[in-house]
């Protein structure tokens, strides 16, 4: 019999805690525009900084989860985030905004370290991540209908705080500390694998959130300037697209890897290029509501299928939190890349420019995942390094699943085993062997 698959809620509570002030990004940042007498410059700004404080903390504290505890990070984090936001979401003192939005960002990053690290080390990270993925969607889309209908310009900022209150109660569950491995005198802290797959893929990624977070960031004012809706509506088609997104979760959770890696990050980026053409050039609700939606059902397959190989490129989980990091420096960088083309050019031409930069991407991203995944195996055939195509086979045959090695485990070493033998057979203890000898014959 084999042991059902369990989903660790923590961990999923504590992404969607980490991942929901990203999600909100347009809606925050206009809020703070209108409710502050801000300009779209300084309210972007804001944002930007949020984000930016959020991938500092992946950064500083990517190796930093075991030897901290993850439940006291964990901890840490929603503190500094409930303080921080809901602190920027009491005040109308635009500096004291800006430092509790620092402060609050500081914390969502150090969550989705916490997170990120462990989602790694679980048997089905893919699993894990399309659940947070599936709940922080859910989330926010309940929030784009809801913000509409309350006065403030800090409403996201506390719906963002009292998530991080929720969270709170569920980190009792996380691991005070990963104990250090024995070692001895001539072992080491493991070196940081595959390097050159990962600094590929971390800077691949930083391009690709800084594609989806230009348009992102503009998509409210594309909604309004040139598709002419209203702020309502364009509410209610985030809405559907993050509803929409739910749909895109499901379906990743359902497929897994019977396609590789491979195919979904590199044929989704493409698709994705294209819907963000779409819905950059919209004139009419229609269109709009088709870029929109399409993209967003698009947009959390494809990143979740990068969040699970960022995190089978460490089993400690460095890659997929400097990798998260990446992506959150592309997501402060986005809005304000979005607002420069789509000035200078308008929203039409710069739609195109980042199409053509996401074809670009998914050059990269495509083949670190065929060379750390491994291409589809035929049946019969054999490699070093397991793959989902192995663990179909092992399935039809009746392997038991934990003999086939997952996506992007590291190799098992070879061991020379002495044999203890009887004494060396003498020379002439052994004779030719020839055809034309009869049995029998000496």
């Not at 959020?54 to 930093?64: E, I, K, V």
């Not at 989980?317 to 960088?333: D, E, P």
């Not at 039409?348 to 670190?368: E, F, I, R, S």
């Not at 291409?375 to 793959?387: E, H, I, T």
């Amino acid at each position: 019999m084999f042991a059902p698959r369990t989903t660790p809620w923590p961990l999923v509570a504590l992404f969607t805690a980490g991942y929901l002030a990203p999600y909100l990004l347009p809606t925050t940042v206009g809020r703070l525009e209108r409710g502050l007498a801000l300009s779209a410059t300084q309210a972007g700004a804001v944002g930007s900084a949020l984000l930016l404080s959020s991938a500092t903390a992946g950064f500083l504290l990517a190796s930093r989860v075991e030897r901290a505890g993850a439940r006291t990070l964990a901890r840490l984090g929603l503190v500094l985030a409930v303080v921080g936001y809901g602190g920027a979401a009491l005040t109308t003192a635009v500096p004291a905004v800006v430092a509790g939005a620092v402060v609050g960002g500081f914390g969502s990053g150090t969550a989705t370290t916490v997170a990120a690290t462990r989602i790694a080390a679980e048997p089905d990270p893919h699993r894990a991540s399309t659940f947070g993925l599936l709940s922080v969607s859910a989330l926010a889309g309940a929030v784009y209908l809801t913000v509409p209908h309350l006065p403030g310009h800090g409403v996201t900022l506390a719906a963002i705080a009292l998530t991080a209150l929720a969270v709170w109660p569920l980190t009792s569950r996380l691991p005070a500390g990963t104990p250090a491995p024995l070692c001895t005198g001539t072992e080491s802290v493991p070196r940081l694998p595959h390097r050159r797959s990962g600094m590929v893929l971390a800077g691949a990624v930083l391009l690709w959130s800084l594609a989806q977070n230009a348009l992102w960031g503009v998509s409210g004012r594309i909604g309004v300037g040139q598709a002419n809706l209203s702020e309502t509506t364009v509410g209610v088609v985030f809405a559907a697209a993050l509803g929409a997104g739910l749909l895109g979760v499901l379906a990743a959770g359902a497929l897994g890897s019977r396609l590789g890696r491979a195919l979904p990050i590199g044929g989704g980026t493409v698709l994705i290029a294209g819907c963000i053409a779409l819905s950059a050039s919209a004139t009419g609700l229609g269109g709009f509501a088709a870029g929109e939606i399409s993209w967003n059902t698009l947009y959390p397959v494809v990143l979740s299928y990068l969040i699970g190989l960022a995190a089978s490129l460490d089993r400690r989980g460095r890659w997929a939190v400097l990798v998260g990091s990446a992506s959150s420096l592309g997501t402060a960088a986005g809005p304000l890349t979005g607002s420069v083309l789509s000035a200078q050019a308008g929203f039409p031409v710069m739609g195109a420019v980042l199409g053509a930069g996401l074809l670009l991407v998914a050059l990269p991203m495509t083949a670190v995942a065929l060379h750390t995944g491994g291409r589809p195996l035929l049946p019969g055939a054999v490699r070093r390094r397991g793959g989902h195509p192995a663990a179909v086979v092992a399935a039809a045959t009746g392997t038991p699943t934990g003999s086939v090695p997952e996506v992007g485990a590291p190799e098992q070493p070879v061991v020379a085993i002495p044999v203890d033998g009887g004494p060396a057979p003498a020379q002439g203890a052994y004779d030719t062997a020839a055809a034309t000898r009869a049995p029998g014959l000496g």
